[in-house]
């Protein structure tokens, strides 16, 4: 069965700060590694996808993440975080066919 | 840009009532999901669909719910007696044709229900 773990659970940043969340995933076969953020009162968006090649993929509004397969990771990063990029993330791993979600990391930045 | 569509945005019923919740996905798309978030909880893998029947459900996907694409556009969710703790933002979601890659799914706008 495949399980996602994100252990930041809210994090709090000020702006220009640099982000990192953390991603682990499990699944015994070739996965493809996904981030969705969830603006306030808005539906889950597509941030980045990994399916396979340069394990450092690049996303919308200035996030990258780096698939680690020897880690089983793929964490979120952004070099300076901005107040509008207080979300919600979900990390989410898909094997066979199902999305599987983390439990997603509440972002506060502080302007 | 394509995008499901969700409806109705939010749906108050008393406990033991049926409810259908509506989704159009992307017209190309050939695999369709629900999933649901409880309020402050994770998002939850509900069911997917493909070639007109259930690929895959999980454990919360019990008899109470059945899904349907009765008319080639449509995916619909049903719950048959609602109970308290169905209450939860339902999310559809397709996934494109496999050429350009099923595996990225495009959320719905969500459904809020809330059963009192």
């Known amino acids: 069965a495949q399980s996602v773990s994100q252990h930041n659970h809210h994090v709090i940043l000020s702006e220009a700060a640099s982000l990192e969340l953390g991603c682990n995933y499990s699944?015994?076969?070739?996965?493809?590694l996904f981030w969705y953020v969830q603006y306030p009162g808005q539906h889950l968006q597509l941030l980045l996808k990994?399916?396979?090649?340069?394990?450092l993929v690049k996303g919308i509004k200035g996030f990258e993440a780096e698939f680690i397969k020897s880690k089983f990771s793929f964490n979120l990063r952004k070099p300076s975080v901005q107040w509008s990029d207080t979300a919600e993330y979900f990390c989410a791993v898909r094997g066979y066919q199902k999305v599987t979600f983390g439990t997603g990391t509440k972002l506060q930045v502080i302007p | 840009e394509p995008e499901v569509t969700q409806t109705p945005s939010h749906q108050v019923t008393q406990m033991g009532q049926e409810v259908i919740l509506r989704c159009v996905p992307i017209s190309n798309h050939l695999y369709f999901y629900w999933y649901r978030q409880i309020l402050g909880q994770k998002v939850e893998f509900l069911v997917s669909?493909?070639?007109?029947?259930?690929?895959?459900k999980s454990e919360i996907f019990d008899d109470q719910f059945s899904v349907e694409r009765p008319d080639g556009s449509n995916f619909t969710l049903k719950i048959r007696s609602t109970k308290l703790e169905d209450s939860a933002m339902y999310f559809c979601a397709s996934g494109g044709p496999i050429r350009s890659g099923a595996n990225v799914l495009t959320f719905g706008a969500g459904s809020r229900l809330t059963v009192l």
């Open positions: 669909f493909y070639n007109n029947e259930i690929s895959e």
């Open positions: 990994y399916f396979s090649g340069d394990p």
């Open positions: 699944y015994g076969g070739t996965v493809n």
